[in-house]
């Protein structure tokens, strides 16, 4: 059994910055790709950023040039660094793992408000 465990939410003033992390355990092997999306209210869930195995990079066009995703393949650990936040961030940030499997944290709020 896959989980994913996630960290790193909470509330931030716009400007600000917060860093996700999400790590992997359990029988997982091969991971392919980590990244994570989020959902905001009233909204579907969109792809905020992706790592690919060899190092390849996914941005959504909102957060290029704030967000920068990177991976710890020794601690299948997958970050978020979210720089210059803004208002329109605000969402439920989940992390997926493309492995044998996709696999999809339980979520973690981030909230960005003055």
């Known amino acids: 059994q896959v989980q994913l465990v996630e960290s790193g939410g909470g509330l931030v003033q716009p400007g600000g910055s917060l860093r996700l992390s999400c790590t992997a355990s359990?029988?997982?092997?091969?991971?392919?790709?980590m990244g994570w999306y989020r959902q905001a209210p009233g909204k579907q869930r969109e792809l905020v950023a992706q790592?690919?195995?060899?190092?390849?990079?996914n941005y959504a066009d909102s957060v290029k040039g704030r967000f920068t995703i990177s991976r710890d393949n020794a601690k299948n650990t997958v970050y978020l660094q979210m720089n210059s936040l803004k208002p329109e961030d605000t969402a439920v940030y989940y992390c997926?793992?493309?492995?044998?499997?996709?696999?999809w944290g339980k979520g973690t709020l981030v909230t960005v408000s003055s």
């Open positions: 790592i690919i195995s060899g190092g390849t990079t």
């Open positions: 359990g029988s997982i092997f091969s991971i392919y790709a």
């Open positions: 997926n793992i493309v492995a044998t499997g996709a696999y």
